[in-house]
């Protein structure tokens, strides 16, 4: 199946940051140093993958130390990522819970459970970033792991049913399964500063915030809908569509290409009144100049992530088939149960 993607990311150009490639190396040897991957085939796997070079279409403006941080957050996403979609925790919402409740309890600094795998590699990340960033920052991150954990939750038991998630509830589920809000918050660690609340939580960055999300998503939809179905998992906005809107799949594929389109429209115009709100909030020229460069990264978000889809085996090599393919290892079935002991801050 030949997906064409909205014509309006032409719009969009951004440049790619040139350390990928290192960012690459790092991400591999940093999954082997934390057990996730312990097979050769799961090796190649990530080194197909290239989550080094998804952090520099997304992060263009990242040093070395940040963007193989951000790298190692990208590797850590995709093979939670692949245990759920195509191992059995995507099918078993009960399990799934368990698992995750076992990889994650927060505090004030650290994030995850050291005795396992996942948890161990999330504290690390965590504390790497959260030595650089406000507290009110790492509470934001750590709010958004913890919506990205529940929704995928929820995704499973739709799974199990064999259900369509509803056309209104999908969008905000989606962006939240997708993990694309604390991949977006680690836009304000490269820049080192974190936004005001005035500044962030208001309507108009917000909306760039929620159209950035909704158009990586979508596109993601888009690109990945192929290998979906061939497993027969419909959490994808074009089966949403296709269901609600009683459609062909040929036309639910054209409709989510137009919506997305019609988000990056509506980003442009968000982006157009910055102005009007630095002006309304007082914003200091050096505040507008980071917001900007945050924007910046929004987009970059937007474009990168369709043009590193378009060379990573990710989305182009997969298996037909409703078994877990051989690179998985069920590292969460390692995540202890958490004691009274664990749980005391």
């Given amino acids: 199946m030949s997906v064409v993607l909205p014509e309006q990311l032409d719009q969009i150009v951004v440049p790619v940051n ?60 995709f093979i939670l990522d692949d245990l759920n979609d195509e191992g059995t925790y995507g099918w078993d919402p009960e399990a799934l819970e368990q698992a995750l409740t076992s990889v994650i309890f927060p505090d004030s600094f650290g994030f995850g459970n050291t005795e396992n795998p996942f948890g161990a590699a999330l504290d690390d990340m ?24 529940r929704a995928y939750v929820w995704q499973s038991a739709h799974r199990r049913e064999g259900q369509i998630p509803d056309a209104d509830t999908f969008p905000q589920q989606r962006r939240e399964a997708g ?8 836009i304000e660690f490269v820049e080192s500063t974190t936004l005001p609340p005035g500044l962030y939580y208001s309507r108009t960055y917000q909306r760039l915030l929620t159209t950035a999300a909704n158009v990586v998503c979508w596109t993601n939809d888009l690109m990945t809908f192929e290998k979906e179905i061939a497993r027969g998992d419909h959490q994808n906005l074009i089966s949403v569509v296709s269901q609600a809107e009683d459609l062909t799949l040929d036309q639910a594929i ?17 982006e157009a009144d910055l102005p009007r709100l630095f002006a309304a909030l007082a914003v200091s020229p050096e505040l507008q100049a980071t917001a900007l460069r945050c924007v910046d990264m929004l987009k970059a978000w937007m474009r990168g992530h369709v043009d590193w889809g378009k060379e990573t085996a990710r989305y182009l090599e997969f298996e037909r088939s409703a078994s877990p393919p051989e690179y998985l290892d069920d590292l969460l079935a390692e995540a202890p149960t958490i004691s009274r002991k664990a749980e005391t801050p």
């Fill in 18 to 77: 040139s350390l990928g490639a290192q960012a690459d190396r790092h991400a591999v040897a940093w999954a082997r140093g934390h057990g996730l991957i312990r097979t050769e085939k799961a090796h190649q796997r990530l080194v197909k993958t290239k989550p080094g070079s998804l952090a520099a279409h997304c992060y263009p403006s990242a040093n070395l130390p940040e963007l193989c941080l951000l790298g190692n957050w990208m590797t850590w996403l």
């Fill in 126 to 149: 965590a504390k790497r970033a959260g030595a650089h960033m406000s507290p009110q920052w790492r509470h934001r991150f750590q709010h958004h792991v913890l919506d990205y954990f």
């Fill in 179 to 186: 993990a694309i809000i604390p991949s977006l918050d680690l």
């Fill in 254 to 270: 054209a409709t989510v290409r137009t919506r997305t389109g019609h988000e990056i429209e509506r980003f442009l115009a968000t």
